[in-house]
């Protein structure tokens, strides 16, 4: 029995939809997630991929900076030892893609927590330095140790299978990277409702008060970055398994400030501050470049206002961060603040 919106349980609290409505609304979503491939062309299919692996790594991200507070600027590196781990295995072992996933994962994993030692020490923009100087290592190793992963050359990966099908195509892998995507998002959403995710979040906003309530800040840290380092390795594994094709040019520095850039516009601290970051950074340039397209300039005019794509996407994420700092997800719960209120409200 509820008291107004007060619960009389532990379990009760910590649910992850505790209404009737909020699971009225997951059904809703889960049935157009559903029914969207049959719906969408080719197009809008890959877009939909796209986004998928990027909303499952910006959740990594944004668990270690949004929740823990640590900033790192190595997310593509986890991304590409995850995606290198998924091509080695498939390529000589041929493994299927369940376990491949779980190696690349486990590998950023361990990889991360070397990362994250420094963290205990230096933290902001130190340690965003020691993520970035993680980044030019990795970079370094995929580029040299050519024995394993095909030097500048990269590998190649073959197409994902279930029940003997090829997942050779954006309809296929659709139903690979959504629900992966969907687990790792009610992971972070449950590990936030228990004593490790509130272990994060008082790091994250006074760590010396957290360490003397007993917080041990090192392991906390390392856990924030291994489990953090796996999402990124997982989605490293499906932009492997979905371009079939990387190189150590498929994860430059500046993926990792994409990375960044949706976390902060999206919604620092939030798991729907990733998806709609994620979804903000990947399909605003794709709008942009359609509106461009609709626009009745000729071929040459085009290719001299090309750059305006670029211009009005960073404009976009300076604006968001001058008159909305708390991001996308914080507009999302002001509107729904409003329908709460109307017609009441002044």
């Known amino acids: 029995m509820r008291i107004g919106a007060a619960k009389e ?47 499952a790594s910006a959740a990594g991200l944004n668990l270690l900076t949004g929740y823990t507070g640590l900033v790192s600027l190595g997310q593509a590196a986890f991304m590409g030892i995850g995606a290198y781990t998924v091509a080695v295995l498939q390529a000589r072992f041929n493994l299927h893609f369940l376990p491949n996933l779980l190696a690349g994962g486990a590998a950023a994993m361990l ?3 070397l990362v994250g030692l420094p963290s205990l020490r230096v933290k902001g923009l130190y340690l965003a330095i020691a993520t970035i100087a993680a980044g030019v290592l990795a970079h370094f190793i995929f580029s040299h ?3 394993v992963t095909g030097g500048t050359g990269g590998l190649t990966v073959k197409p994902a299978q279930a029940f003997g099908i090829d997942l050779d195509n954006s309809f296929r892998f659709y139903w690979l990277v959504v629900p992966v995507t969907v687990l790792l998002l009610v992971g972070v959403a449950n590990l936030m409702r228990t004593r490790i995710g509130r272990a994060f979040i008082a790091i994250r906003d006074r760590d010396i008060s957290a360490e003397v309530l007993g917080i041990r800040l090192l392991p906390y ?46 919604g620092m601290g939030t ?5 709609l970051g994620a979804v903000f950074m990947t399909l605003v340039p794709e709008v942009l470049k359609l509106v461009m397209g609709w626009l009745p300039i000729s ?8 750059p305006v794509r670029t211009i009005v996407f960073g404009a976009l994420i300076v604006l968001f961060l001058i008159f909305e700092p708390h991001g996308l997800a914080e507009l999302w719960h002001r509107l729904r603040r409003t329908f709460h209120l109307w017609p009441f409200r002044t």
């Open 299 to 306: 071929g040459n005019t085009a290719l001299y206002l090309s």
């Open 221 to 266: 840290k390392l856990l924030s970055f291994a489990i953090s380092s796996f999402y990124a390795g997982v989605a490293g594994g499906l932009f492997a398994y979905f371009f079939r094709a990387i190189t150590p040019e498929s994860f430059p520095l500046v993926m990792s400030i994409f990375f960044l850039a949706a976390v902060i516009v999206g």
């Open 145 to 147: 140790w050519t024995a």
């Open 111 to 113: 990889c991360g927590i």
């Open 271 to 275: 798991v729907l501050g990733s998806i």
């Open 9 to 55: 349980s532990y379990a009760a609290d910590a649910a992850l939809f505790d209404t009737p409505t909020q699971r009225a609304w997951a059904t809703i979503l889960a049935v157009l997630l559903v029914a969207f491939p049959f719906a969408a062309n080719e197009y809008w299919l890959y877009l939909a991929c796209l986004v998928a692996i990027n909303i």
